[in-house]
């Protein structure tokens, strides 16, 4: 499985951006589906995730009630609607798979290539 992240470009703080995910092969429902995001010099970090089989979704707290993951089963994809965006949302944003919920990026072995946000002040 590959996995292609779009979506990502320029915003001012308060705006919306809408990220997508699309795998090249099938998402069972046992897999796990991540949304990550890294700045310049820091640590790779948690955003959401989303459970394939039955939707359940989770969120990092910095992101809570901003953020909504969903999917798509059929068309094996996911999506990241990010809303009131701020200056420290700015990063490339990634998606990944694992087999088992986690919020360690270490735990997901299949990566996109990352998409940049940036989010103007």
């Known amino acids: 499985v590959q996995l292609q992240a779009s979506g990502g470009g320029l915003v001012q703080a308060g705006g919306s951006l809408r990220l997508s995910c699309a795998a090249s092969?099938?998402?069972?429902?046992?897999?796990?589906m991540g949304w990550f995001r890294q700045s310049p010099g820091k640590e790779r970090e948690f955003v959401a995730a989303i459970r394939w089989g039955i939707g359940s979704t989770y969120y990092a707290d910095s992101v809570k009630g901003r953020f909504t993951i969903s999917r798509n089963s059929a068309g094996n994809t996911m999506s990241l609607q990010m809303e009131t965006l701020k200056p420290e949302d700015t990063a490339v944003y990634y998606c990944?798979?694992?087999?088992?919920?986690?919020?360690?990026?270490?735990?997901?072995?299949?990566w996109g290539q990352g998409t940049l946000v940036t989010v103007s002040s």
């Open positions: 092969g099938r998402i069972f429902s046992s897999h796990v």
């Open positions: 990944a798979r694992t087999n088992a919920y986690s919020r360690h990026p270490k735990e997901y072995n299949i």
